[in-house]
């Protein structure tokens, strides 16, 4: 399941980061409306929020559901842009 945490900015000042540190990945990021957990501004995970003391951040744990791990060898977890491989056939 995801988990959502009011986070301190000056601790972490994006939900990427702060997600990664404990192993999960962020889902949702946004800044937060009076210190409660209602969001005002919806932003992006890799995106710096700033000019607040805490942010939202929802987070959801890494399970071995990703396809990275069934594609051994071929595929690794490399951030959250996309990318291209290339292989010698079909089979591949």
Known sequence: GNCKALVLTKDFNRCDRYCESFGH??????????????????????????????????CQQITGEDCYGSLNGVA?????SVGVEYTKSLEE
């Open 76 to 80: 690794s977890s490399e951030g959250t």
């Open 25 to 58: 990945r962020c889902v949702a990021a946004a800044e937060e409306k009076d210190e409660s957990c209602d969001a005002e501004e919806e932003k992006a995970c890799d995106e710096a929020i700033t000019g607040t003391s805490d942010m939202l951040c929802t």
